[in-house]
């Protein structure tokens, strides 16, 4: 399990501030990519990504292994630079698009493989996200355990003792200590139980209800399509389709089968 993601936390910030450059009317979250290339080395792998989420909802983006899904959310949270284009949040393009920037105006991301510290409690965990943000540490365990009572109850337990979908809760609940604005989450749903990631996505949806934006990368199709509003599917570097929820459910399957 690796260590996390650091500026993933997010302070709370006023928007992205001085830093930053906007259009007229910002939404609260909002995201737009527009236009965005990205490469490893010399090979493109991302080529030429659009993508609109309003505020506040939940947007599913599937698609097969290697589309470049993971690599989009990186681009999102500043984590790889984009060869060209753009990455507004809340209509709002940071002029640098650093982890810690992006951070500060509210982009929180949960890697691949949670990214908690197996080897600290529950509550060490919530204690050291609150290193980036502007969180008093009791604030963040209250709103952890409101949030996740299952957690309270484990709060002094080593955090890789935690059942898979526990760890992924620690791992959502720290993200949220920051306040984010708009949420990444890359395949959560790895390696649990189908019920357990239907319980996760009971909370992703109520995360969304409280006005976060919320992108998830998933290979459980349905569970994701069900709480999203709107999804897309990236196959070989690029968004294939766009929809809401019913239209992709067809088109997902038919990617996957076919590799696009
Ligand atoms: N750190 C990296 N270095 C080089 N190539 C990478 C790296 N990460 C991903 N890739 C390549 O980029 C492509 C897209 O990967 P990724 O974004 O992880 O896809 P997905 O998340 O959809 O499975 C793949 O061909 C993958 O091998
Ligand atoms: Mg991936």
Redesign the pocket.
């Known amino acids: 399990m690796s260590a996390p993601a650091g500026p993933g936390s997010g302070a709370v910030a006023a928007a992205a501030g001085p830093e930053a450059t906007g259009s007229a009317h910002p939404q609260l979250g909002s995201l737009d990519v527009v236009g965005v290339r990205a490469a490893?080395?010399r090979?493109e792998?991302l080529h030429g990504v659009d993508l609109s989420v309003p505020a506040g909802s939940v947007f599913a983006l599937l698609?097969?292994?290697?589309?470049?899904?993971?690599?989009?959310l990186k681009v999102i949270s500043g984590r790889v630079r984009p060869t060209s284009g753009t990455v507004e949040i809340g209509g709002i393009r940071p002029r640098k698009a650093t982890p810690e920037a992006l951070a500060r105006a509210g982009v929180c991301s949960i890697p691949e493989g949670r990214g908690i510290f197996p080897n600290l409690s529950v509550r060490d965990n919530l204690r050291m996200w609150t290193y980036c943000g502007g969180v008093a540490r009791s604030e963040a365990e209250e709103r952890a355990f409101e949030r996740f009572p299952r957690l309270a109850e484990r709060r002094r337990q080593l955090a890789g003792t935690l059942s898979g979908g526990e760890q992924q809760m620690l791992a959502i609940s720290r993200a949220l200590v920051g306040s984010p604005k708009l949420l990444l989450l890359d395949e959560i749903s790895m390696g649990l139980a189908p019920l357990v990631v239907v319980e996760l996505y009971d909370l992703v949806a109520q995360i969304a209800a409280d006005g976060v934006t919320v992108v998830v990368?998933e290979q459980f199709v349905t569970t994701a399509l069900a709480v999203a509003s709107r999804a897309a599917i990236?196959v070989h570097?690029r968004v294939l389709r766009e929809g809401t929820p019913d239209q992709m459910a067809d088109a997902a399957l038919g990617a996957y089968l076919t590799g696009g």
Do not use: D, E, F, Q
């Not at 698609?63 to 989009?72: D, E, F, M, R």
């Open positions: 490893y080395g090979i792998v698609g097969p292994n290697g589309a470049g899904k993971s690599t989009l990368v990236m570097g």
